[in-house]
């Protein structure tokens, strides 16, 4: 079971970037399935995730530039990330759990996630 991250890199102020997320040994049905990151210095945070049953939730700090998708045929999820900021740059995982509120991206109520691809916006 494992899920690898993708399309990291270094992007100026304002631009984009999609992150993408395979997985392997197990399939997205029945998970929910998110992103959440970790910035320097600073805990981890969710940054969206979906689930069938709680819909489609996003951090108010990246709502309106951030869009999440899935390819579930696939066993692919993506983050498409636009209108980039500093505050931005961290480590973003994808991850596949139990809940898609509160604080979902707790390791308690994850089953698996990645290895973290890294994002860094310049000013």
């Known amino acids: 079971v494992q899920l690898v991250e993708s399309g990291g890199g270094l992007v100026q102020t304002g631009g984009s970037l999609r992150l993408s997320c395979v997985a392997s040994g197990f399939t997205f049905d029945n998970h929910v399935i998110g992103w959440f990151r970790r910035a320097p210095g600073k805990e981890r945070e969710g940054v969206a995730c979906?689930?069938?049953?709680?819909?489609?939730n996003y951090d108010p700090s990246v709502k309106g530039r951030f869009t999440m998708s899935s390819d579930n045929a696939k066993n692919i999820m993506y983050l498409q990330m636009n209108s980039l900021k500093p505050e931005d740059t961290a480590v973003y995982y994808c991850a596949a759990g139990e809940r898609c509120y509160g604080s979902w991206w707790a390791y308690r109520y994850l089953q698996v996630w990645g290895q973290g691809t890294l994002v860094n916006v310049s000013s």
């Open positions: 979906i689930s069938t049953r709680d819909g489609t």
